[in-house]
């Protein structure tokens, strides 16, 4: 079975340098496909106006009433929860058909199961951020994968993880913008340490923290500091540094890459692939 250091991303300059897919996986490759995305991601002309984005829902640019009244009214962040609560008012009713009688039974129980975790898994939730990303920054995915720890340790589910527009750098796109159809896509997630320690035990030496809070309270924090008037604000003894005891939130950014693989077997043999005796094992 091939190894992990044995795989080869495959090229998609095959066709003009007659070769079979990069020779190594190596760090660095993937670091390489990781930034440019990241670059394609940047050069969209809406990426410059995602931080007024946040402000504006923050209610720092807000106009005030007329008047002698000092009050501000933030209505583009009160339309922005109508138009929400108005597109993720989703109630999925499709059901799975089939034409065989001997698979009626397992159709069915299927469409059971899958109302069933729409309500139990409360995965509305998820597609309530989804369309809050979409909604107030132009972008936003849902990405469903296998939560091994969903409802306690060792007892699993399947579950929606939210990503915003930074959260995902395809590379080589179509003009439909389909990632299904991308060289390869990196998605960028902000883990707790202690997460990525039991997910990846065997390189827990090595693991160490980006940075030592996620950046959504980074950003909570610079807004309430500008809003405050510095660290010299009214916020007075509150106005503490991120660094302050009890503000120690240390992640990890994880970085994991989809590649596009067309290759095909021609050895005249099977090739392994997966771990042996999972399910994802063919």
């Known amino acids: ?66 008047g002698y009244s000092n009050v501000s009214v933030n209505r583009i962040k009160r339309n922005f929860r109508d138009l929400v609560a108005t597109v993720s008012n989703l109630k999925p009713a499709g059901q799975a058909v089939t034409k065989k009688r001997s698979a009626e039974v397992s159709v069915d129980r299927l469409n059971k199961m899958k109302n069933l975790w729409w309500i139990v898994t409360k995965q509305d939730r998820k597609y309530r951020q989804g369309c809050q990303y979409a909604c107030g920054l132009g972008t936003g995915y849902l990405e469903p994968w296998w939560d091994q720890n969903f409802y306690g340790f060792n007892d699993g589910e399947i579950a929606c993880k939210v990503h915003g527009p930074s959260d995902v750098l395809p590379v080589m796109l179509t003009e439909d913008y389909d990632l299904q159809k991308a060289y390869a896509v990196t998605i960028v997630e902000q883990v707790p340490l202690h997460l990525v320690l039991e997910t990846y035990p065997a390189f827990a030496g090595s693991i160490q923290p980006s940075r030592s809070a996620p950046g959504v309270i980074a950003r909570a924090w610079d807004r309430l500091k500008r809003t405050a008037g510095g660290m010299n604000g009214v916020l007075g003894n509150l106005a503490t540094p991120m660094s302050a005891s009890g503000r120690e939130l240390p992640v990890v950014d994880v970085y994991t890459t989809y590649t596009q693989d067309t290759s095909v077997n021609n050895t005249g043999r099977p090739i392994p692939m997966g771990d042996p005796g999972t399910s994802w094992f063919y």
């Open 1 to 66: 079975m091939l190894e992990r250091e044995q795989y080869e991303v495959p090229s998609y300059l095959e066709a003009v340098e007659g070769k079979k897919g990069v020779p190594e996986l190596t760090l660095q490759r993937l670091m390489a496909l990781r930034d440019a995305g990241k670059a394609f991601v940047e050069a969209q002309p809406a990426w410059a106006e995602i931080p007024r984005a946040y402000d504006i829902l923050a209610g720092m640019e807000t106009g005030k009433l007329s």
